[in-house]
């Protein structure tokens, strides 16, 4: 019992000890440093005192200052700042170029990351690098495998754009983050993703990976000048303030009414009242075109991509679509629009001929040399501007609006993935200010509010001060002793001191006496309640303030700012607007996940090209409206197929078989070649009639086959010679088989079809086992002439055909069971670096009864060799027996070849090519050395001074064989 008291006050102790550490922790580590570095060389320094209570750098506003054109900077616990890099870890985080706020933002909540890692013994620094928006998303990273490598090219963390996620993850750089996901989950008892935007997923998630942390959102707002639609309107123009504003002309359902062809109507009448460009885009290089364009597509419910069902590649989707923008030419070719691109590339594209292809056209960008953001008439804007007191939010028209912004993702290179999460976990917390400040507006997590929207429960009195936060006289209406009769008075709003109040002057001119009896000239300043004795108002609900007119009367007054020219427009106004616009906000690529070709579509800017034809048009000549909607659409579908090196899975098909080249164009469905390394055509799976191989074939086989032609008809009429009519039929037998050979040759050529297949393997195998059979008997009658079997009397005459009769009757019937089951069949064949394809080749139908074929085949060459090599031991003189037994030896690599041919078949035809010339070849010489000697003695052609000629004499005793030698002449 008393030592678990013991542990109890260790463990008691330990907790206190561990708490007074922390706490002294976050007293006395309150010091950091951070160095500006240029040119890789540290050149300023600022000392910094990370308060606890704010969660923010004391100095934060003076780095907010000085922080303006800074690249890059390191910050570290001031007592790691001089280490040296053995002794410290240095976090990378690329950005692109951003506001110079975010760097300080991402900087603050160092601090609180940074201290809890020191807790566990691991000392981190920051380094923060601008590397720009082209190299943030497309430079290689991490290319050095050297674990020990501190270039500055192998970031940790990457802030990127939201149409830059799928080219990193396409480039395999980025972090799946599912896991982490996951671990949210659990610890906190929510997801991550259901708190945030819910057309969100289609940006940062794609297939089974969450790619990024968002960190920024982005979207798109229309701003209006209300100084110029009131000139317009006093000159007689049909406008009306867009809603909020004028309720009772735009009525509950303000969207039936305000569509962007209302915009469009508006901003034309503008460009007519005042001779300047009714509507704008913001300025810059931000392809502000582009978001405008699909956002009027998605609204118009014109799909922006539409994704092919067999290759699964994204395209353009409004290029049937093409009439419906006749309106929008129309907007841009009468100038409705002010300029918008930088012009000096303009100017050069008119100027020079057309492009003759989609690869040469411009890439346009917008003006960032003369910027003048005065708002004329109504503007496509970013939410994050700072407007001038004429210039108003109104509702976004139409369904949807461009949804951007920016995430954070973690390289799959780093050391550090689970710290990294911790400190992105840490940017985006609720319980810290720093996702709220990075988003003025709107955050990218609906349970976060932006800096300037952030909710807070306010007091009556605050709610005063900011309905009367302008100051200015402005007429408020009231109803008094309950009559339905609207009275009016003009009421000054004043400051005093930090509250905002009312004076009433009923002896301004502007208000008749009959006031007098009602109000009290005097000041009355906002408060939680009404107070008659001490001159106190307070807010009753949307533009109404209550004030007691005496102890027991209280008259609610209602400002006309709603409907007065003058429209003021509170905080409060402005982020209501705003959570109603990124409600319905959508990417570039809704309904479809994000891709990697979305970046590269932003940066060859196709939109800029097309709306350039409808402002400026081309000096050359000018397209069809069709006609530039289409080009518009063959850049998008270039742009969208992604490049075969970066995709994994390849769709193609092959062309049909170019016969004179040998070769099939590969044709790739999904991807476009952008790399040597990738093929595109391969050979044909077969030897075209017309191709150099065929003709060889062909010519070589029509050679073989009119010698042996020639030579059958030869035989045929020699048939009575005294030379010919003995061993005619081994003749006859191997001609006709050769010959049999060679038809079979004919069919190897050429495209498969079920037909050719069994002609040529009928042909093949008959050939090949009458061949065999044909100098297979002669040896046998050759052995037995010369042991004197033969000269005997037999009553079987046909006994040295019966074996071979009996296996071509079984090469036959396995034939004839074969060709049942024959077929043309789908073979596989792989293409490095792209992928599987099929091709016709004839099939190898049942193979127990192909093997048997060949097993028969192989066994009668066997039968032929041991035949021919029992003929060893006679004379040299009797030399027909070495032939046969070379020729069987030779018809060895017949068969090989054919079975090889037939069993091993492949898509390369050199092996079908070479075994064919073997064939033929080895066939011909067989035929000369058997039939070239016949006739070099049939038509009494010497070759040799002698010839001999055995003649055998036997008898029972078997006596000696005597030799006699004729003269050949």
């Known amino acids: 019992m008393r030592n678990k008291i013991h542990f109890f006050l260790l463990l008691l102790l330990y907790i206190i000890i561990r708490n007074i550490r922390k706490s002294y922790a976050e007293i006395s580590n309150i010091n950091y440093t951070i160095d ?154 929510y997801s991550l993703e259901s708190l945030m935007n819910k057309y969100s997923m289609y940006d940062y998630h794609l297939g089974n990976s969450w790619l990024a942390i968002p960190f920024i959102v982005d979207f798109r707002t229309l701003k209006f000048n209300v100084t110029t639609f009131d000139y317009c309107k006093s000159k007689g123009y049909d406008l009306h303030y867009p809603p909020p504003f004028e309720k009772d002309y735009w009525g509950p359902n303000y969207k039936e009414k305000w569509t962007w062809e209302k915009v469009f109507e508006y901003s034309k009448l503008i460009t007519e009242c005042t001779q300047k460009p009714g509507f704008q885009l913001p300025s810059g290089c931000s392809y502000e075109d582009t978001k405008f364009f699909i956002t009027l597509c998605q609204s118009m419910n014109i799909p922006f991509i539409t994704e092919d069902s067999e290759s699964e590649v994204k395209k353009c989707g409004f290029r049937d679509y093409s009439e419906k923008f006749s309106f929008l030419k129309v907007f841009f070719e009468n100038h409705y629009i002010r300029k918008w691109l930088n012009e000096e590339q303009v100017w050069k594209w008119r100027n020079e001929t057309y492009p003759d292809s989609i690869e040469k056209q411009p890439l346009f960008r917008g003006d960032i040399i003369n910027i003048d953001e005065n708002i004329n008439g109504i503007k496509f804007s970013t939410p994050i501007e700072e407007s001038k007191p004429n210039i108003k939010y109104t509702h976004f028209p139409g369904t949807t609006t461009f949804l951007g912004g920016s995430g954070i993702i973690i390289t799959k290179k780093t050391k550090y993935p689970d710290e990294l999460f911790e400190y ?66 003009y009421i000054t709003q004043n400051s005093f001191g930090e509250n905002k109040g009312i004076s009433i002057n009923t002896k301004n001119s502007m208000n008749s006496g009959i006031f007098n009896n009602i109000f009290h000239d005097a000041d009355y300043i906002c408060d939680d309640e009404t107070d008659f004795q001490n001159n106190k108002i307070t807010y009753n609900s949307e533009y109404k303030i209550e004030l007691k007119i005496n102890e027991d009367e209280t008259i609610l007054l209602k400002s006309m700012t709603d409907i007065v020219s003058n429209q003021e427009q509170s905080l409060d106004d402005i982020c209501s607007i705003f959570d109603e616009t990124i409600k319905n906000a ?63 899975n390849i769709k193609f098909k092959l062309s049909e078989c170019d016969t ?159 060709t049942f089951g024959n077929k043309i ?38 039968l032929s060799i041991i035949m021919a090599y029992l003929g060893k031991n006679i004379p040299a003189a009797f030399n027909e027996s070495k032939k046969i037994f070379i020729t069987s030896l030779l018809s060895i690599f017949v068969i090989l070849s054919s079975y090889i041919s037939v069993i091993f078949k492949t898509e390369n035809t050199n092996i079908d090519y070479f075994m064919v010339l073997i064939i033929i070849t080895i066939t011909l010489i067989i035929n000369i050395v058997f039939i070239g000697q016949t006739f070099l003695v049939l038509f009494d052609i010497t070759i040799s001074d002698n010839t001999s000629v055995l003649v055998v004499v036997s008898n029972l005793n078997k006596e000696e064989i005597k030799m006699s030698n004729f003269s050949s002449g």
């Not at 394809?837 to 060459?861: A, K, N, P």
């Open 660 to 818: 004179k080249r040998h070769k099939q164009k590969i044709i790739f469905i999904n991807c476009k070649i952008d790399n040597e390394d990738i093929k595109n055509e391969i050979s044909c799976s077969y030897i075209p009639y017309s191709n150099y191989k065929g003709i060889i074939i062909e010519i070589y086989d029509l050679l073989s086959f009119f010698f042996e032609l020639i030579s059958l008809i030869i035989l045929i009429i020699k048939r009575d010679d005294r030379h010919i009519r003995k061993g005619i039929k081994f003749l006859v037998g191997i001609i006709i088989s050769s010959m049999l050979l060679d038809i079979s040759v004919i069919f190897w050529i050429g495209k498969y079809s079920h037909s050719k297949c069994i002609i040529k393997f009928w042909m093949l195998i008959c050939g090949m086992t009458g061949f065999i059979s044909s100098y297979s008997i002669k040896a046998e009658i050759i052995i037995s002439v010369f042991k004197n079997r033969s000269l005997k009397k037999s009553n079987n005459k046909y006994r040295s055909y019966f074996v071979y009769i009996l296996i071509s009757i079984i090469e036959l019937v396995l034939l004839s069971i074969w």
């Open 586 to 648: 959508k990417p570039y690529q809704f309904p479809y996940s994000t891709f990697g070709e979305i970046n590269i579509f932003e940066y060859r800017a196709p939109i800029s090209l097309m709306l350039s034809h409808f402002y400026y048009k081309h000096n050359d000549t000018e397209s069809s409206l069709k006609d530039i909607i289409n080009e518009c659409c063959d850049i998008i579908d270039d742009t969208f197929l992604p490049r075969c090196s970066e995709s994994k």
């Open 424 to 489: 992105i976990e840490i940017l985006i917390s609720e319980e810290y200010p720093y996702v709220s400040l990075t988003n003025p507006s709107v955050t990218p997590f609906e349970n976060v509010r932006g800096n300037q929207c952030k909710y807070q429960s306010k007091t009556k009195r605050e709610l005063c001060n900011s309905l009367l936060q302008s100051n200015g006289t402005y007429p408020y209406y009231f109803s008094y002793n309950n009559n339905n009769n609207l009275n009016v008075i």
């Open 36 to 189: 500006i570095i240029k040119d890789n060389k540290k050149t300023d320094r600022y000392q910094l005192t990370f308060n606890y209570s704010t969660y923010l750098f004391n100095e934060v506003n003076s780095l907010f200052v000085n922080f303006r054109e800074e690249e890059e900077a390191i910050i570290c616990n001031s007592k790691d700042i001089d280490k040296s890099e053995e002794d410290k870890t240095t976090i990378l985080f690329w950005v692109p170029t951003y506001s110079f706020s975010i760097i300080v933002l991402l900087f603050n909540a160092f601090p609180i990351w940074e201290n809890k890692h020191r807790d566990n013994g691991k000392p981190f620094c920051m380094r923060i690098k601008d590397v720009g928006w082209v190299d943030n998303a497309n430079k290689e990273i991490c290319t050095n495998d050297d674990p020990n490598n501190e270039d500055l090219s192998c970031p940790d963390l990457i802030l990127l754009g939201t149409t830059q996620f799928s080219y990193r993850y396409s480039k395999n750089d980025t972090l799946n983050l599912e896991k982490y996901f996951r671990e949210y989950f659990k610890k906190k008892g």
């Open 825 to 862: 069949e789908k073979r596989i064949a792989y293409i490095e670096n792209i992928g599987y394809y099929e091709y016709d080749s004839c099939s190898l139908g049942s193979e127990g009864i192909l093997t048997m074929i060949f097993v028969v085949e192989f066994s009668l060459l066997g």
